[in-house]
């Protein structure tokens, strides 16, 4: 009865994840060249602190990603597995 | 009575699916627009973003097992505290079409209270868990109501 509604919906959501996954790398690209000139200019004229701050921020950067793309599927994983019947 | 019991039944078990399956779709998504969040504020160095994102992040999973572990059990214990038939004829039927009815509505309006909480979280707003625990308390209050109104109905209109 819900079915052509709920295919509608999951169309959208996955329209929507994809366009946020894109978003998310586009926005970690940026955040890594950022970093990227923070390190190499602190290394220029010898900043060592900021070139330090600039390599954890990339290494922080790639693990957020990581996360995104490696830990949300196996939550939604979890979650279908956990889908209950209905309980009436 | 039963043809009609069975029909509304289906009617709302079909809903709970269809409701469950959004709710996953809409969990996933809203644990993508945090994590956006968390990536955008740690580049600008927002910090205060970064830390709404991840409490934000740790509500989205509290509330999906909350949705999918704590409310069928919370609807088991309720329907079993449900009398079904207090008396016989048709407030008998009656009664069983309540209690079948009563249950799946309360249900649905717990698992309806959590999505509306996971899709407010999945298009950037702050995820309401407590409007849906509240929610989910009303609900509850509800079916506490009307376990004491059906023997009391069939009390008065009438017993076997």
Redesign the interface.
């Known amino acids: 009865?819900?079915?052509p509604?709920?295919e509608q919906?999951?169309a959208i959501?996955r329209d929507?994840?994809a366009f946020?996954?894109g978003?998310?790398i586009v926005?970690?690209l940026?955040?890594g060249l950022?970093?990227v000139l923070q390190g190499t200019a602190g290394a220029a004229f010898g900043a060592s602190r900021m070139t330090s701050m600039a390599i954890i921020?990339v290494v922080?950067?790639v693990i957020?990603?990581l996360?995104?793309f490696l830990f949300?599927?196996q939550?939604?994983e979890l979650?279908?597995k956990?889908?209950?019947?209905?309980?009436? | 009575m039963n043809a009609a019991t069975s029909l509304m039944?289906t009617?709302?078990?079909?809903?709970?699916?269809?409701l469950?399956?959004?709710?996953?779709?809409?969990?996933?998504?809203a644990?993508?627009?945090q994590?956006?969040r968390?990536?955008?504020g740690?580049?600008l160095g927002a910090n205060l973003w970064v830390w709404e994102s991840i409490s934000a992040l740790a509500s989205i999973?509290v509330l999906?097992?909350f949705a999918?572990?704590g409310?069928?059990?919370i609807?088991?214990a309720l329907?079993s505290s449900l009398p079904g038939a207090g008396g016989c004829g048709p407030i008998s039927e009656l009664g069983t079409l309540a209690s079948?009815l009563i249950?799946?509505l309360a249900?649905l309006r717990m698992l309806k209270a959590a999505f509306t909480s996971m899709f407010s979280a999945s298009i950037g707003g702050s995820s309401t868990f407590a409007k849906a625990l509240i929610e989910c308390g009303e609900a509850i209050f509800g079916m506490v109501l009307a376990s004491a109104a059906i023997p009391l109905a069939a009390f008065f209109l009438g017993t076997c």
Request: glycine share 12%; no cysteine; net charge neutral.
């Open positions: 009865m819900f079915d509604i709920m919906i999951l959501a929507a994840w946020m996954a978003l998310l926005v970690a940026l955040g950022y970093y921020g922080g950067l957020i990603v996360f995104a949300l599927p939550i939604g979650l279908h956990f889908q209950p019947k209905a309980p009436f | 039944v009617f709302l078990r079909e809903a709970w699916v269809a469950a399956g959004a709710f996953i779709a809409f969990a996933l998504l644990g993508i627009a994590i956006l968390v990536s955008s740690s580049v999973i999906g097992l999918f572990l409310i069928p059990q609807v088991h329907q079948g249950g799946g249900a």
